[in-house]
């Protein structure tokens, strides 16, 4: 009796292992974040499908207790699996795992793709340590504090995933909070149109500006923290260069959003100034619209 952890394809079918298709087939029955989609997996794979159950975000932790039991009951071997990749990676699972183990049930890993690990593998970058931060909050003080967790973290590398809608908004976030990164952004890994850019932030935002096809498929993104300026005050307000890059995408000028800024309470005209002198790059492409003020 035991808890088979299987990570799927993320794209490539070539990339299941046998083990996987071994796993697939041999257990009695699979947790699927959705089952429609496993079952297409097994059609792809000619394999024989034992029973399925959906195993989702909003009913795992009650699917977790009944399958447990019933792997307690009746010694049934089970796998878990996702739509694609490493299930419990910025996917559902964690908690049937989590309930398995502490019923005494052997969990093993399954492993194989994950995008995480293939962008780290493509990035470039030296990785003497790295952080998975997954999908980051979408806006407000979350968002900032999740900035200010990556540029505080003790690693080299941070990872984090993003929707083809607004990647333009996280690149644009990257400049603000992370200045001078250098990144490595994915699209489609190992899928027939796989797409990788590198360079910083404004670089990667002109290319996605001028590429209609920006706005399909799954980001992965790998941001080199060396050599990145670590705010020492950002949980406590957000930057003077994110906030003038805010006025700037609202349509100000560099002029008009260094006066805004020093109105705010908290900012200097001073250190507005200074915010904008290093940026100014950046703020002349927004006001020529190189780069797009639009919403994602």
Request: glycine fraction near 8%; include cysteine.
């Given at each position: 009796?035991?808890?088979?952890?299987?990570?799927?394809?993320?794209?490539?079918?070539?990339?299941?292992?046998?083990?996987?298709?071994?796993?697939?087939?041999?257990?009695?029955?699979?947790?699927?974040?959705?089952?429609?989609v496993?079952?297409?997996?097994?059609?792809?794979?000619?394999?024989?499908?034992?029973?399925?159950?959906s195993?989702?975000?909003?009913n795992?932790?009650g699917?977790?207790?009944?399958?447990?039991?019933?792997?307690?009951?009746?010694?049934?071997?089970?796998?878990?699996v996702?739509?694609?990749?490493?299930?419990?990676?910025?996917?559902?699972?964690?908690?049937?795992?989590?309930?398995?183990?502490?019923?005494?049930?052997?969990?093993?890993?399954?492993p194989?793709?994950?995008?995480?690990?293939?962008?780290?593998?493509?990035?470039?970058?030296?990785?003497?340590?790295?952080?998975?931060?997954g999908?980051?909050?979408?806006?407000?003080?979350?968002?900032?504090?999740?900035?200010?967790?990556?540029?505080?973290?003790?690693?080299?590398?941070?990872?984090?995933?993003?929707?083809?809608?607004?990647?333009?908004?996280?690149?644009?976030?990257?400049?603000?909070?992370?200045?001078?990164?250098?990144?490595?952004?994915?699209?489609?890994?190992?899928?027939?149109?796989?797409?990788?850019?590198?360079?910083?932030?404004?670089?990667?935002?002109?290319?996605?500006?001028?590429?209609p096809?920006?706005?399909?498929?799954?980001?992965?993104?790998?941001?080199?923290?060396?050599?990145?300026?670590r705010?020492?005050?950002?949980?406590?307000?957000?930057?003077a260069?994110?906030?003038?890059?805010?006025?700037?995408?609202?349509?100000?000028?560099?002029?008009?959003?260094?006066?805004?800024?020093?109105?705010?309470?908290?900012?200097?005209?001073?250190?507005?100034?200074?915010?904008?002198?290093?940026?100014?790059?950046?703020?002349?492409?927004?006001?020529?619209?190189?780069?797009?003020?639009?919403?994602?």
């Amino acid at each position: 009796m035991a808890l088979y952890v299987a990570a799927t394809p993320i794209g490539n079918l070539g990339d299941a292992s046998e083990r996987l298709k071994r796993t697939l087939e041999g257990c009695a029955l699979v947790l699927c974040e959705d089952t429609r989609v496993t079952q297409k997996l097994y059609a792809a794979f000619g394999l024989k499908r034992p029973r399925l159950l959906s195993s989702h975000q909003y009913n795992e932790e009650g699917r977790a207790a009944d399958v447990v039991a019933e792997m307690l009951e009746k010694g049934l071997d089970v796998a878990l699996v996702t739509d694609a990749g490493t299930p419990g990676v910025s996917d559902p699972g964690f908690a049937v795992v989590r309930q398995a183990a502490q019923a005494g049930i052997e969990v093993l890993a399954v492993p194989g793709p994950s995008a995480a690990s293939a962008l780290l593998s493509i990035c470039g970058f030296e990785i003497e340590s790295y952080a998975f931060f997954g999908f980051l909050p979408r806006k407000g003080k979350e968002r900032e504090a999740a900035f200010a967790r990556i540029a505080r973290a003790c690693v080299s590398v941070a990872v984090v995933y993003e929707s083809p809608h607004r990647v333009k908004a996280l690149l644009r976030d990257v400049e603000a909070f992370l200045p001078g990164a250098q990144l490595c952004l994915s699209c489609d890994l190992t899928k027939l149109h796989e797409k990788t850019l590198r360079g910083g932030a404004a670089e990667l935002l002109l290319a996605l500006n001028a590429n209609p096809s920006a706005e399909k498929g799954e980001y992965a993104l790998a941001i080199e923290l060396k050599g990145v300026k670590r705010p020492e005050t950002a949980e406590e307000k957000p930057s003077a260069r994110a906030m003038l890059l805010e006025f700037a995408l609202m349509g100000l000028s560099a002029k008009e959003a260094v006066a805004r800024l020093a109105a705010q309470p908290g900012y200097s005209r001073n250190e507005a100034y200074a915010a904008s002198l290093e940026i100014a790059p950046l703020l002349k492409k927004i006001e020529e619209g190189a780069i797009d003020a639009g919403r994602d």
